[in-house]
């Protein structure tokens, strides 16, 4: 498992992070995205959601678990399993996991960690104080981290 970190010190240069990665990421990849609550994760959907020139605001998904936006150059699928931690019951979110040439991202991937593929790139995104947050790549294939640089 090789790994790039990045630190940002604005949501802005969050989510232009979010942003350059869209146009290189590989079709039906899936993005892991763990931290603590107000880390700064759906602010990277929604640049990844802006390199994608999809033009509808990124909610964060709590309350739907998952939302997917076909506008864009690409589908993106923004899955927060938050509240699936504890419940065992199938709800069949591997349909749209790798779907396509779609861009999966997870938050909270722990509460589905037997869905998620093995060839995904997995963001830490950790609070440093202030505006401050450490992001880190890390991924099996070392190809996909390429992209990060
Ligand atoms: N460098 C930064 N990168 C990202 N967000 C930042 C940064 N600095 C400040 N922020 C602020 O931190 C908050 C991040 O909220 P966000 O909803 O993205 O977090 P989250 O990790 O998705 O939380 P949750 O687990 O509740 O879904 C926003 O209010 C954002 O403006
Ligand atoms: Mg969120």
Excluded: C
Aim: aromatic share 6%; no cysteine.
């Amino acid at each position: 498992m090789s790994e790039i970190i990045k630190v940002t010190k604005s949501k802005e240069e969050t989510m232009s992070l979010g942003r350059e990665l869209a146009t290189k990421l590989p079709d039906g990849i899936t993005i892991t995205l763990t931290g603590d609550l107000g880390a700064g994760k759906t602010t990277f959907v929604r640049g990844l959601a802006e390199g994608l020139h999809i033009k509808e605001v990124v909610q964060s998904p709590t309350f739907n678990i998952m939302k997917i936006y076909l506008k864009g150059d690409r589908p993106l699928i923004h899955i927060d399993a938050y509240r699936l931690a504890d419940i065992d019951t199938d709800i069949g979110l591997d349909e749209y996991i790798g779907y396509e040439t779609g861009i999966t991202v997870i938050e909270w991937p722990m509460f589905i960690s037997k869905l998620i593929p093995s060839d995904s790139i997995e963001l830490e995104i950790t609070n440093l104080g202030g505006d401050n947050r450490q992001i880190k790549f890390k991924s099996k294939d070392d190809s996909l981290l390429e992209m990060v640089k």
